[in-house]
């Protein structure tokens, strides 16, 4: 009663905020039922084939069998959006900024301090191409970057040497992501044609999540477990 209180009481700024983090509080408690409810949808019962045509108004309980299927499948492309996946390592050491970048000293007295070198194992992608000196901020060696990483398939207990993709997430924030630095923890994407995985559907799976297990700092290799 006294949170409804405060929340009708609460005007202007105040008012803005209590009411703007009840609305997420009440948004995530939905999609969070929505998401594990079961499935309530008919399933097209097994009968024997009935010779004549079929009426216009039963078309369309044809479909109804992959009702729970479709579901799955949202239900799985819903988890994937929202970042969240059952990964190896939950949890990992948040990484400080002086610990990722080191300053560099430009300008011809050396007194600018506005770059940054990456200290830590990045992937740039095929085709890229650096700033021009006076406008690159973020430097990324050659030396640290990457372009296969060592990933472990936890059912197959095989490991195969796979082309990154791209960097999807990592754990220490968005702009370490864009810069596509990866250290332990980060979720990367990895090209798994030559595993020959397929879909329920019968497609073959390209690109799949793998999740960093090591430092490739120190190590000089990436090493990665499959999420499947």
């Keep these: 009663m006294d ?11 105040k008012g803005k905020m209590i009411a703007k983090k009840n609305y997420k509080e009440k948004a995530l408690m ?33 479909n109804t069998s992959r009702a729970k299927v479709l579901s799955n499948t949202i239900k799985q492309k819903r988890k994937e959006r929202v970042g969240k996946w059952e ?8 990484v400080a900024e002086d610990e990722m970048f080191r300053v560099i000293r430009s300008g011809k007295r050396k007194t600018k301090q506005w770059k940054r070198m990456v200290t830590k194992a ?12 006076k406008y690159e ?18 059912e197959l207990r095989c490991t ?7 960097i999807k997430k990592n754990p220490n924030g968005p702009m370490y992501t864009s810069l596509g630095v990866m250290t332990r923890g980060t979720i990367i994407e990895v090209n798994v044609s030559e595993l020959g995985l397929v879909t329920p559907a019968g497609k073959v799976v390209w690109g799949k999540y ?19």
């Design 160 to 166: 195969f040497c796979l082309e990154i993709i791209g």
């Design 30 to 62: 939905k999609k969070t039922l929505k998401m594990h409810e079961e499935s309530l949808s008919r399933r097209k019962a097994d009968e024997d084939v009935q010779e004549g045509a079929v009426p216009a108004y039963l078309l369309d309980r044809e």
């Design 137 to 154: 901020r973020f430097i990324r060696p050659s030396g640290l970057r990457f372009t296969k990483a060592h990933v472990t398939h936890p």
């Design 87 to 94: 990964v190896p390592l939950p949890k990992v050491r948040p």
């Design 3 to 13: 949170v409804a209180l405060t929340t009708k009481s609460s005007i202007g700024i």
């Design 122 to 133: 990045t992937f740039v992608g095929p085709g890229f191409t650096r700033k021009p000196p």
């Design 210 to 228: 793998a999740q960093v297990t090591n430092n490739p700092e120190n190590d000089g290799c990436i090493n990665a477990v499959l999420l499947v």
